[in-house]
């Protein structure tokens, strides 16, 4: 793999409960001058999204500023660390993150927007949808904005995929000078998110990117949930 070609898909719309995401993806993207989905691509799309159409609102009041927090409290497994009005959980998902992941931003004054239920489920169903409306064989990553340990500034990962490896294992092959590797594992699911998100962007109104020419052998059966989140008896930090 030495090129890789990302590109936004425009026209998507505002999306509402109900709303079949597979259809308006395929749509938007036939629409588009050059945009339209072949064998092969990554289609990545936002959480926001997917979870409008999975109607992963909860309505809240926008008179208060923290009125979002019982939501917090309601969607975590576990309180991991509290800062002012920051509070670091663990969801149901696995997943440890801000405020449990719940979002206001991109979504109608007075609602919040929750994680999907499921998100490795979500994007099974907007693959599945993109093979029979579009007739193309794609993996789909659904997307989020983290915040990292240590670093400063968030970034876009993976919460849910399907069609392709969350992780890469490269334990056992060589690297660049011939040295097996013993410990080297690439959440390539992460990085391709990242790639989207640059075209995307988080104020653009831009859900939808294509990541095209990623390496064939990395499409498989694949899963988020499965690959990349850390069993809690791995984790150092816990």
């Keep these: 793999m030495s090129r890789l070609d990302v590109f936004a898909i425009d026209g998507i719309g505002e999306i509402r409960p109900g709303d079949d995401l597979a259809s308006i993806i395929a749509a938007a993207a036939t629409a588009g001058s050059d945009t339209a989905l072949a064998d092969?691509?990554?289609?990545?799309?936002?959480?926001?999204?997917?979870?409008?159409?999975?109607n992963q609102l909860v309505e809240i009041?926008?008179?208060?500023?923290?009125?979002?927090?019982?939501?917090?409290?309601?969607?975590?497994v576990r309180i991991l660390r509290r800062r002012g009005d920051l509070i670091i959980?663990?969801?149901?998902?696995?997943?440890?993150?801000?405020?449990?992941?719940?979002?206001?931003?991109?979504?109608?004054?007075?609602?919040?927007a929750?994680?999907?239920?499921?998100?490795?489920?979500?994007?099974?169903?907007?693959?599945?949808g993109l093979r029979g409306k579009a007739g193309v064989e794609v993996a789909v990553i659904v997307s989020d904005t983290f915040g990292r340990?240590?670093?400063?500034?968030v970034t876009d990962v993976a919460i849910g995929s399907a069609g392709i490896a969350a992780?890469?294992?490269?334990?056992?092959t060589p690297d660049a000078l011939g040295r097996e590797m013993q410990v080297t594992e690439v959440a390539v699911v992460d990085e391709i998110a990242c790639a989207a998100e640059l075209v995307m962007g988080k104020?653009?109104?831009?859900?939808?990117?294509?990541?095209?020419?990623?390496?064939?052998?990395?499409?498989?059966?694949?899963?988020?949930?499965?690959?990349?989140?850390?069993?809690?008896?791995?984790?150092?930090?816990?």
Excluded: Y
Aim: charged residues 30%; hydrophobic residues 35%; proline residues 6%.
């Design 40 to 54: 092969g691509d990554v289609v990545v799309v936002t959480q926001k999204i997917v979870s409008k159409a999975e």
């Design 61 to 76: 009041d926008p008179t208060d500023p923290l009125n979002h927090k019982p939501l917090v409290e309601r969607e975590s």
């Design 89 to 112: 959980s663990e969801t149901k998902h696995g997943f440890v993150c801000a405020n449990a992941g719940i979002d206001l931003s991109n979504v109608e004054e007075g609602w919040a």
């Design 114 to 128: 929750l994680l999907p239920e499921d998100s490795d489920r979500s994007a099974r169903r907007i693959r599945d």
């Design 149 to 153: 340990t240590w670093r400063r500034g």
């Design 167 to 172: 992780v890469l294992d490269l334990r056992g």
């Design 203 to 238: 104020s653009n109104g831009v859900p939808v990117a294509v990541v095209r020419g990623i390496e064939p052998s990395w499409f498989r059966d694949g899963s988020v949930r499965d690959e990349i989140v850390r069993h809690p008896n791995d984790d150092l930090f816990r």
